[in-house]
């Protein structure tokens, strides 16, 4: 929200500069995002009157003109003739600068000059020549009360320069977002006086509004208040200078006098308004115009203001007339009500709505207003009538019209005086500081609440209708603390013992498997919670898949079943910026429903794509690509890392869901704690990805439950270590676990590793069998192990090779 340091000042004593009212706004809770300083209008442009005209002796279209300025005379040279002797002008001093012409960078600078050989002290002005809009064929001439030697900005109500604010207004306070809620906050801190603008009307035609406007509320519990007014016989045209000036200075574009009169308002004191053209609300069957405040018809079809058809739906509000709707409540106006040039009579109307249906409407149609920006936060109810007697006012004075008798207010109930309980003695005990009883009290009272009594060291206060955000008694312990200055409570050092939370040690677990997983050259990517169905559907049966009953977007209507679809959707987007190489994971929560409901575990998933490293310029030149094994030796390792042991990979034998091949991880080869694989080739067509995927998720909460968190110290070997190699054919089903955990049965002495060093199909090989070639190493801690030691040990893995998984020992 923007607001004017000009406008603002209307209503308070500012005693600051504009930085340091940036900063005591910052200390009362408002953030001020930027600070821009306009520098006065029009400097050097004064009112001047005519005194004489006569013909220039050397050009036949030129007059010679005495003009006063206020501070003497002055002889002018000029060439218009669209005035005479005795008419105000705007008179540009010398050494004073017009805006630049259009095309043109630099201003136009008035000098002291000949003119025809007369000298011409300055120049009188045309709208053209000054920017204003309503150009003539001549001077602008001005009105006969203007003030000779006035400045010409003053006359136009653009007094000087001027600062303008733009501030984020937090969503529980919402009567900070208008120049009046600013004030009484600046009022409140300096102890200054609070002057609000006048909404006293004038005498009233003897027609009342009640003959002429009758006001339903079908809908009382999202509209309980609805108050109308009817001027009648405006004067729909440009707003003056100072109504325009002050809406564009804080963003809004001037539309006419009415409207803007609306905008004005709502940027004064935060109620939006809307302005009806009465001739274009329908009738009732005795003639009256009548405004029905209902639910849209499910599928109503509805043009507002902006030209755009929107489809509701029975959960919005609209305003309507006896025969069709003629306004989005809240939000925006109907085109088929709008005010126009040939308007005469105008339909007030100033209303309160509840924010959750103003909110909900306004985001599924995607229609955001400062009018609904407002309501959406909750307007205050009390200040219906007098926003609507401060716009009548307004646009008598801009607009012209006589103003009908009385006001139509159709209100449902009557909303209830809020009350707190404060203890002077509990404001010291939560801000840690003595702050006197009587500050307190003054504080609280400055900011609009009302003392009502109390007895026993507690003091009942009243709250006033705008500040909706004040509940329970911290709430003004916080007002207290806001005016006294948060900067003036003394830093302490921390009081009492260091706490100690479960969640402590989980967070350290977490942390470490971010540190072990970035230290495996993995980075880390936070996807959304909410994911689309369609997603979903990869991951789990559509049973256990957790829809939203109210989705903000059917990409974000299902509550994610796993972090694999998030981290596909990371992958989509590098690959998507020509970043191929990508090594993600992720630690989060995912929610999968079942018979005993939604079931929330947290897990840790990883995605890798792309080269393995790329090739160097000694090397073969050839890139390698990732491929599973890269995938199941980070897994293993991380394992490791974290201490869990005994995780047994088994292979699937059907793809599924994501899948296009995968292994399951089981603890113990019982417990499943997750899964590894490639990415099947539908998967990747959905979410447009190319090459080789592979992905792993699993249970992190299973995962750090069953670890072992003890470390043990093992001394680098002494002595050294010998190696013996096994070369085995075997079946093509035999998996390399199936061979460690038969090397492992012949429990060999003194065997310290098993690694794997060739894998070879082909010529020599039976089909159907694979080739595997192992480097066996064998030590002892004490000493030097001999030949026959090792031979005899190696002999016995051999043998049970052959008998466990029937190998054929190749030479």
């Known amino acids: 929200m923007k607001i004017s340091l000009n406008w603002l000042k209307k209503y308070v004593e500012v005693p600051w500069n504009a930085a340091e009212l940036a900063d005591r706004l910052t200390m009362l809770g408002v953030e001020v995002e930027g600070v821009q300083t306009l520098t006065a209008e029009f400097e050097g442009i004064v009112v001047a009157e005519v005194l004489t005209r006569d013909k220039h002796p050397n050009a036949d279209k030129l007059s010679l003109c005495r003009v006063r300025d206020g501070a003497g005379e002055r002889q002018i040279v000029c060439g218009a003739q669209n005035f005479k002797a005795g008419d105000k002008v705007p008179l540009i001093l010398p050494g004073s600068a017009l805006p630049p012409k259009p095309g043109e960078k630099e201003p136009f600078v008035i000098k002291i000059g000949k003119i025809r050989g007369v000298e011409s002290q300055g120049m009188m002005c045309s709208p053209q020549e000054l920017g204003l809009p309503n150009a003539v064929d001549g001077l602008l001439i001005l009105k006969g009360n203007a003030v000779v030697g006035q400045s010409f900005a003053e006359y136009l109500g653009r007094s000087g320069g001027d600062v303008i604010y733009d501030l984020e207004i937090t969503p529980n306070r919402p009567d900070l977002n208008s120049h009046l809620g600013i004030a009484r906050e600046i009022a409140a801190l300096t102890g200054g006086s609070l002057r609000m603008p006048s909404t006293a009307l004038p005498p009233a035609a003897e027609d009342r509004v009640e003959n002429r406007v009758a006001v339903r509320l079908d809908a009382p519990e999202l509209c309980p208040r609805y108050t109308a007014r009817v001027i009648r016989g405006v004067k729909v045209g440009p707003s003056p200078e100072w109504l325009r000036v002050a809406l564009e200075r804080v963003g809004l574009r001037s539309i006419n006098n009415v409207v803007d009169v609306t905008n004005y308002v709502l940027m004064e004191m935060g109620h939006p308004l809307h302005a009806f053209d009465l001739r274009l609300v329908g009738n009732d069957s005795s003639g009256q115009a009548t405004v029905v405040v209902r639910r849209a018809g499910e599928g109503e079809a509805f043009v507002t203001l902006d030209g755009q058809r929107r489809v509701l739906d029975a959960e919005m509000v609209v305003i309507a007339d006896s025969h069709r709707a003629i306004a989005l409540a809240g939000v925006m106006g109907g085109l088929n009500s709008e005010i126009q040039a040939d308007t005469r009579d105008v339909l007030i109307e100033s209303a309160w709505f509840l924010p959750s249906a103003i909110r909900r409407a306004s985001k599924r149609l995607g229609l955001r207003t400062d009018a609904s920006y407002r309501f959406e936060r909750s307007a205050d109810l009390e200040a219906c009538d007098e926003a609507s007697r401060r716009c009548a006012q307004l646009i008598l004075e801009t607009a012209g019209g006589v103003l009908l008798e009385g006001c139509v207010d159709a209100r449902h109930g009557r909303s209830e005086v809020k009350r707190i309980g404060l203890r002077p003695q509990r404001v010291a005990q939560v801000l840690g500081v003595e702050i006197p009883e009587s500050e307190v009290q003054e504080s609280l009272v400055r900011l609009g609440l009302k003392p009502v009594g109390g007895s026993g060291g507690l003091r009942e206060l009243e709250v006033p209708s705008w500040r909706v955000d004040l509940k329970e008694e911290i709430d003004l312990i916080e007002e207290v603390v806001r005016l006294h200055g948060v900067d003036r409570i003394p830093a302490t050092p921390p009081r009492g013992a260091v706490g100690d939370n479960p969640f402590d040690a989980r967070f350290d677990e977490l942390d470490e498997a971010r540190r072990l997983l970035t230290g495996l050259g993995l980075h880390e990517a936070q996807g959304q919670t909410l994911i689309a169905s369609e997603s979903a559907s990869y991951c789990v049966e559509e049973t256990r898949r957790v829809g939203l009953a109210h989705p903000l977007s059917s990409d974000m209507d299902a509550l994610r079943p796993s972090l694999l679809p998030g981290l596909l959707d990371s992958l989509k987007h590098n690959q998507s910026r020509r970043e191929s190489d990508v090594r993600l994971f992720e630690i989060g929560r995912v929610f999968v429903g079942g018979t005993a409901g939604v079931q929330e575990e947290r897990r840790v998933a990883m995605v890798l794509s792309g080269l393995r490293e790329r090739g160097f310029w000694q090397g073969s030149g050839r890139d ?148 595997l070639a192992y480097a066996l190493r064998y030590r002892h801690a004490e000493r030097t192990l001999t030949d026959a030691e090792v031979n005899e040990a190696h002999e016995k893995v051999l043998a049970k090779l052959k008998e466990a998984v029937q190998a054929v020992i190749r030479a």
Do not use: C, Y
């Open 624 to 771: 390698e690509t990732l491929d599973v094994f890269d995938l199941k030796g980070v897994v293993e390792e991380f394992l490791e890392g974290l201490g869990v042991k005994g995780v047994v990979l088994t292979k699937r034998a059907e793809a599924a869901g994501l899948w296009a091949e995968s292994a399951a991880l089981a603890l113990g080869g019982k417990l499943p704690v997750g899964e590894l694989g490639q990415l099947s080739p539908q998967a990747a067509r959905r979410w447009d990805l190319k090459g080789a995927i592979f992905l792993a998720e699993m249970n992190l909460d299973l995962l750090l439950a069953r670890r072992q968190q003890g470390r043990s110290f093992k001394p680098l070997p002494l002595f050294p270590g010998i190696r013996r190699d096994a070369a085995l054919v075997v079946a093509e089903s035999i998996t390399h676990e199936a061979i460690v955990a038969a090397i492992k049965q012949a429990k060999p002495a003194h065997l310290e590793s098993v690694e794997i060093f060739d894998v070879f199909r082909g010529r020599g090989i039976p089909e159907d069998h694979k080739s």
